[in-house]
């Protein structure tokens, strides 16, 4: 599975954003995208998933209600709204894809470490 994730850019705080990430190849086994943001000088963090169904979808605490994880199986993509942006979401965006699940060592708990990524693309927020 190859992912490949696009939309990012500069944006003032209180804009919004879309991006978007398109996977090829073996999508049919695929059951479940994230995205995750990485700031400089700190680690890689979940930010949202959604089961390729769109029976389910996750959100991190940070960004509910602010960011909206949809998919369009048609196009075999996903993407993430980004509205009321705040300096704080400047981050590479890189989205991922799992064979298995949504969900870490316990539901509710967001899976970290999937299967497939892509290359990251790079959303700063000025203020």
């Known amino acids: 599975v190859q992912l490949q994730a696009s939309g990012g850019g500069l944006v003032q705080a209180g804009g919004s954003q879309r991006l978007s990430c398109l996977a090829s190849?073996?999508?049919?086994?695929?059951?479940?995208m994230g995205w995750f943001r990485q700031a400089p000088g700190k680690e890689r963090e979940f930010v949202s998933a959604?089961?390729?169904?769109?029976?389910?979808?996750d959100y991190a605490d940070s960004v509910k209600g602010r960011f909206t994880i949809s998919r369009d199986n048609a196009k075999s993509t996903v993407y993430l709204q980004m509205n009321s942006l705040k300096p704080e979401d400047t981050a590479v965006y890189y989205c991922?894809?799992?064979?298995?699940?949504?969900?870490?060592?316990?539901?509710?708990?967001?899976?970290?470490?999937?299967?497939?990524w892509g290359q990251g693309t790079l959303v700063t927020v000025s203020s």
């Open positions: 190849g073996l999508t049919a086994s695929v059951y479940a």
């Open positions: 959604i089961v390729w169904s769109g029976s389910s979808t």
């Open positions: 991922a894809a799992d064979r298995r699940t949504m969900w870490g060592a316990n539901r509710g708990v967001p899976k970290t470490d999937y299967d497939y």
